[in-house]
């Protein structure tokens, strides 16, 4: 799923601040630290184990995807990894994932700048507050592919919390993000193969996660990811 990072006037709107709400306080009795999954992303050995035990089937549902479906944009109100800690979840994957970091003064949830060291490229993008970004928030497993795995047969909390689990956002570079889509990996790999591994693991611990089917074509291309692994 795509979401860009440089919008600021839908940021402002979604985070229920305005671009000066770097200085606002953060809300009483939150933590701006974003959670993090304990275990995850799995090791190579315990994805391979997981692989083999998820379910393997087609695609579903295709036709009645709506991205609506996950919710109205990011929202803190979920019970999934970084939920309920007072912090949007778009900041709270940028406080994760770039370095250099500087945080708003009064909010620390906010990230005014820092860089990204993309996975999926390798290569250094900025990224300021104030300017447009070439860096995006991925859903690893796309909203659309997890659809079409199970979720559609999920409640729309669940798919709500889905959409807000840090354990399954990146922050990516945009023009990649873009040519992924919502492919599998039998459709799409890390052009950096560098990162074949976590990638592997990363897609094998979401689905395992929330119980999503892989089909026959996507079950081989991710086991060739896991294959990379050390």
């Not at 689905?207 to 990811?225: F, I, N």
């Amino acid at each position: 799923m795509i979401r860009t990072v440089g919008a600021l006037v839908l940021v402002a709107a979604v985070a229920g601040c305005s671009p000066t709400g770097a200085q606002e306080s953060a809300p009483a009795g939150r933590s701006a630290v974003p959670l993090v999954s304990t275990g995850f992303p799995p090791s190579a050995a315990a994805a391979r184990t997981q692989l083999a035990a998820l379910k393997v089937a087609w695609g579903e549902n295709w036709q009645t995807y709506e991205r609506s479906a996950f919710g109205d944009g990011w929202s803190d109100e979920t019970d999934a990894p970084g939920g309920r800690n007072g912090c949007d979840t778009r900041d709270d994957v940028l406080r994760r994932d770039l370095s250099e970091l500087r945080l708003g003064d009064r909010n620390p949830c906010v990230v005014l700048s820092g860089v990204l060291h993309d996975p999926y490229t390798g290569k250094e993008l900025p990224y300021s507050y104030r300017k447009a970004s070439q860096i995006q928030t991925d859903h690893v497993v796309a909203l659309g592919a997890a659809w079409r795995a199970g979720a559609w047969a999920w409640t729309p909390s669940r798919r709500l919390a889905f959409a807000n689990d840090l354990d399954v956002l990146l922050a990516t570079d945009k023009q990649t993000n873009y040519e992924k889509s919502s492919k599998t990996p039998d459709k799409w790999k890390p052009p950096r193969t560098a990162y074949w591994c976590e990638y592997g693991r990363r897609w094998t611990g979401i689905k395992a996660k929330y119980g999503l089917t892989v089909s026959p074509p996507e079950k081989d291309a991710v086991r060739e990811l896991l294959d990379s692994c050390p």
